[in-house]
């Protein structure tokens, strides 16, 4: 699976869009991209996922630029419940279906 | 969303003991689940990945005598770390996929934190 480059912490205030960069310049063209996040001390949360097109699910927007090689997630209206440190993960279309987690950015939102 | 359920959440233990951690998936069927382990500051290390009837398959360093798993059914599978040690003390992650495809989408457990006095 490609592997993903994150910064590794981001501020945001409260109830302004929390914009969360990925680069995944090694990507191919039958992988996926994911989002979890996992708020402390918890089990990882899905947020959303894409191959090509942007997506937008009730959560966040999935924005993959066109080479593919990068791409943003929007938290359109950051509140404080979105502090958490947030993944951005790769996937083959073979694959068995396990995701195997980075470093991630850790999103502070403050208010 | 579909629902993954730890047991139990936080369990101390002495030294040498067996500890049991089971993961269930409450609304749908799951052939496959995977378990993780996660130390403080640190990010998810995927262990083994559990197919339903038959064996586990482990990642690389992962010690299948230390950690039992076992996945009876579709809905339930159990990771058993045995003669526990301090260095076992970590946060167990389980994950289920609901659906098929690449797209299907995986759940997590909300984790259980074992503690090894």
């Known amino acids: 699976d490609a592997k993903t480059t994150q910064p590794p912490s981001m501020d945001c205030a409260e109830g302004r869009a929390a914009n969360l960069p990925c680069n995944h310049s090694?990507?191919?063209?039958?992988?996926?991209v994911y989002w979890y996040r996992q708020i402390h001390s918890q089990g990882p949360q899905y947020i959303i996922h894409?191959?090509?097109n942007n997506e937008t699910n009730e959560m966040a927007s999935l924005i993959i630029t066109e080479d593919r090689k990068s791409s943003t997630l929007i938290l359109p209206h950051a509140t404080l419940r979105d502090t958490a440190v947030y993944y951005c993960?790769?996937?083959?279309?073979?694959?068995?279906?396990?995701?195997?987690f980075g470093q991630g950015t850790t999103l502070q939102v403050k208010p | 969303g579909a629902v993954v359920s730890q047991h139990p959440s936080r369990v101390i233990c002495k030294s040498g003991t067996s500890v049991k951690i089971e993961c269930r998936s409450l609304d749908f069927q799951a052939t496959t689940m995977f378990w993780y382990r996660q130390f403080p500051k640190q990010s998810l290390m995927l262990m083994a990945t559990?197919?339903?009837?038959?064996?586990?398959?482990?990642e690389q360093g992962v010690e299948k005598d230390k950690f039992l798993i076992n996945h009876a059914s579709l809905t339930l599978s159990t990771l058993t770390v045995t003669s526990a040690h301090p260095e076992d003390s970590s946060f167990y992650i389980c994950?289920?996929?609901?659906?098929?495809?690449?797209?299907?989408?995986?759940?997590f457990g909300e984790g259980s934190r074992l503690t090894v006095l």
């Open positions: 090694t990507i191919s063209g039958n992988e996926y």
């Open positions: 894409g191959l090509k």
């Open positions: 994950s289920a996929r609901s659906g098929t495809g690449v797209t299907g989408e995986l759940f």
């Open positions: 993960i790769v996937r083959v279309s073979s694959n068995t279906g396990k995701l195997i």
């Open positions: 559990s197919n339903e009837g038959s064996k586990a398959t482990y």
